[in-house]
């Protein structure tokens, strides 16, 4: 069995008694999936679990935690008058990447996009609706970025296209 296990380190218990399974059977033995389980466990060969997330928010942290300035606010009654913004991963073959949403509130199109390597500040502006041509509004429109721990309203300065 731990000859399997150095072989195949990240083989589940499931197929590694499928494998041995005939091995057992010719010397006499029988183990049931839950016994192999309980043996394994006992001797620390189970294969451990990979994490199934990403953590990326951090609400006990040293910063100060900006209110929520959406949550009471009027809602929009036209597009380009709200926009909101929020982080979300995307685990990769290469790591996890960071991609950034800008979002109309009244018509909750996304109006801005763009994926970073980290949570850092600068990837997070890289993502501006109002660059974008045809989500320039006539008059810039209040922005709120909010996350768990962070709500953040800004103007945003309108800028020049190249």
Same mark, same amino acid.
């Given at each position: 069995?731990?000859?399997?296990?150095?072989?195949?380190?990240?083989?589940?218990?499931?197929?590694l *008694?499928h494998?041995?399974?005939?091995?057992?059977?010719?010397?006499?033995?029988a183990c049931?999936?839950?016994?192999?389980?309980?043996?394994?466990?006992?001797?620390?060969?189970?294969?451990?679990?990979?994490?199934?997330?990403?953590?990326?928010?951090?609400?006990?942290?040293?910063f100060?935690?900006?209110?929520?300035?959406?949550?009471?606010?009027?809602?929009?009654t036209a597009?380009?008058? *709200?926009?909101?913004?929020d982080?979300t991963y995307?685990?990769?073959?290469?790591?996890?990447?960071?991609?950034?949403?800008?979002?109309?509130?009244y018509? @909750?199109?996304?109006?801005?996009?763009?994926?970073?390597s980290?949570l850092h500040?600068a990837?997070? *502006?890289?993502?501006?609706?109002?660059?974008r041509p045809?989500?320039?509004?006539?008059?810039p429109?209040?922005?709120?970025?909010?996350t768990?721990?962070?709500?953040v309203?800004?103007? *945003?300065?309108?800028? @020049?296209l190249?």
């Amino acid at each position: 069995m731990q000859a399997v296990r150095t072989l195949l380190p990240r083989l589940g218990t499931r197929k590694l *008694l499928h494998k041995i399974a005939p091995r057992l059977h010719a010397q006499g033995l029988a183990c049931g999936r839950d016994a192999l389980f309980t043996l394994l466990r006992r001797q620390q060969l189970l294969v451990p679990r990979k994490r199934s997330f990403t953590k990326t928010t951090n609400s006990h942290h040293r910063f100060h935690k900006h209110p929520n300035l959406v949550k009471d606010a009027p809602k929009p009654t036209a597009p380009n008058q *709200l926009y909101v913004s929020d982080i979300t991963y995307l685990p990769t073959r290469q790591g996890t990447v960071y991609l950034s949403l800008v979002t109309d509130a009244y018509s @909750r199109k996304i109006v801005g996009a763009h994926v970073h390597s980290s949570l850092h500040t600068a990837g997070c *502006l890289a993502a501006p609706a109002w660059r974008r041509p045809c989500a320039r509004p006539a008059r810039p429109p209040a922005v709120a970025c909010t996350t768990p721990t962070a709500a953040v309203s800004t103007p *945003l300065m309108p800028t @020049r296209l190249p």
